[in-house]
Nanobody, 126 residues
Framework: QVQLVESGGGLVQAGGSLRLSCAAS????????MGWFRQAPGKEREFVAG????????DYADSVKGRSAISIDMSKNTVYLQMNSLKPEDTAVYYC???????????????????WGQGTQVTVSS
């Protein structure tokens, strides 16, 4: 099992930027695809961005495409989500997740992720 700890959330004005971090420990980090999800009050958890194991291909939800970038620093076992041009509808708790099986492609389904962080709150004011 991998342990994940998110940080970097906060309150930001619309149009601003944030960089979320997810520090991983435990099993071999580089073997698993990683994802960022978010959950707003009263809504289901939704996919935001994902990156293939080893820092390969990426995938983004349409709602954040062009405004966000996911990356991995293998030397630090950390996944990042850079978010720009933030909108009030981006307000949510953001979760980092590690894939359930090694060497798998990026997926958007929560059931394909076995380890989750505790979440970090992002609030965007208008």
């Amino acid at each position: 099992q991998v342990q994940l700890v998110e940080s970097g959330g906060g309150l930001v004005q619309a149009g601003g930027s944030l960089r979320l971090s997810c520090a991983a420990s435990g099993r071999r980090f580089s073997m698993y695809s990683m994802g960022w999800f978010r959950q707003a009050p009263g809504k289901e958890r939704e996919f935001v961005a994902g990156i293939r194991w080893g820092g390969g291909s990426t995938d983004y939800a349409d709602s954040v495409k062009g405004r966000s970038a996911i990356s991995i620093d293998m030397s630090k076992n950390t996944v990042y989500l850079q978010m720009n041009s933030l909108k009030p509808e981006d307000t949510a708790v953001y979760y980092c997740a590690a894939g359930r099986w090694p060497w798998r492609e990026v997926t958007r389904y929560t059931s394909d992720f076995a380890s989750w962080g505790q979440g970090t709150q992002v609030t965007v004011s208008s």
